[in-house]
């Protein structure tokens, strides 16, 4: 009896998953314009089945804000997103009454003397109710699961990643004047951390983990053919080969895969098929975002031409 119940269970999970398998997960996300290696995709491929949430941490600009814009596209949903900040709260991530539309409703109610529990009824309905990111997600699930991006968690404070454990556990909540509202569907979550400070484990036990490390060349070299078709092979070559060997640098921020693609973006806009120290000198405020990063290059590398030859 309990087998088949298993049985039964497990078909009703296959049915409702978007992937049949980890290689979907990378093709799909290819197509998508996303390159993924295994690791990455057999997260994917376990928080869609078993309906966690996933947690990717890594440095600013490797693509873990970028996972959740392909999975939306890929699963043809709505993409909502919650950036998180210092004195992020309840209020501001769940749901506020609009009180000066309710302010302004009691008064006309009270002109047409209807009674004070009528005037509470009607005022403290969904109607006069913001609805912020995460009610957003819960309600939006009546039609389709939507993808809950949670971006950059370890900006927030301790206290609302306590009230985030509660949500991600039921993903439900009760508003006092209107009662429990409960998800249909689990959204797809992705919270993501540049790991500015640590997050609490009790958040990480309820997803699944994974580090994005900067790319390999040829991960890079193939985003960047991915990304912009139009860029020729060797050029694309090029300046991957440039970008593996400034992260290699003692920088205070080394440039991310977005900025690989910016560069690239700029350099073709510039009508620029390869490198050179004049173009390099010119755009490196694309790939290096800190003046004393810029200084350093200039004068500690780019002085030197043997540096040069090593870089391009």
Not at 5 to 18: N, R
Not at 134 to 152: F, G, Q, T
Not at 241 to 269: H, Y
Request: charged share 30%.
């Amino acid at each position: 009896m309990l087998a088949r119940q298993f049985e039964s269970d497990l078909k009703e999970i296959i049915l409702e998953a978007h992937f049949e398998s980890i290689e979907q997960v990378v093709e799909e996300l290819s197509e998508a314009r996303y390159i993924a290696d295994r690791a990455l995709a057999t997260v994917l491929f376990l928080a869609d089945r078993i309906e966690k949430p996933i947690f990717l941490e890594g440095e600013p600009g490797v693509g873990k804000t970028e996972i959740a814009i392909v999975l939306a596209r890929m699963f043809d949903t709505d993409l909502i997103r919650l950036q998180c900040y210092e004195g992020l709260d309840a209020s501001t991530s769940l749901y506020e009454w609009n009180y000066p539309k309710q302010l302004l409703h009691m008064r006309l109610e009270e002109q047409s003397k209807t009674g004070k529990d009528e005037i509470e009824r009607i005022i403290y309905s969904p109607d006069f109710l913001i609805k912020r990111p995460l009610l957003d997600a819960i309600l939006r699930s009546e039609d389709k699961p939507p993808v809950l991006l949670i971006d950059e968690i370890d900006r927030s404070d301790e206290e609302f990643e306590a009230f985030l454990l509660e949500i991600l556990s039921d993903f439900q909540i009760t508003i006092p004047e209107i009662g429990t509202i409960k998800a249909k569907e689990r959204p797809l979550v992705v919270v993501t951390s540049n790991r500015t400070r640590d997050v609490h484990d009790a958040l990480k036990r309820r997803c699944l983990y994974h580090w994005i490390e900067y790319p390999s060349f040829e991960k890079e070299y193939g985003i960047i053919l991915k990304r912009l078709p139009h860029i020729e092979a060797a050029f694309a070559k090029q300046i991957t080969r440039f970008i593996q060997k400034i992260r290699t640098e003692d920088l205070l921020k080394r440039p991310g895969v977005s900025e690989t693609l910016d560069w690239a973006q700029a350099l073709m806009a510039m009508h620029k098929k390869c490198l050179d120290q004049e173009v390099v000198t010119e755009t490196l405020g694309c790939i290096l975002k800190y003046q004393e990063d810029i200084k350093k290059f200039k004068q500690e590398i780019w002085s030197d031409s043997e540096q040069q030859q090593a870089y391009i």
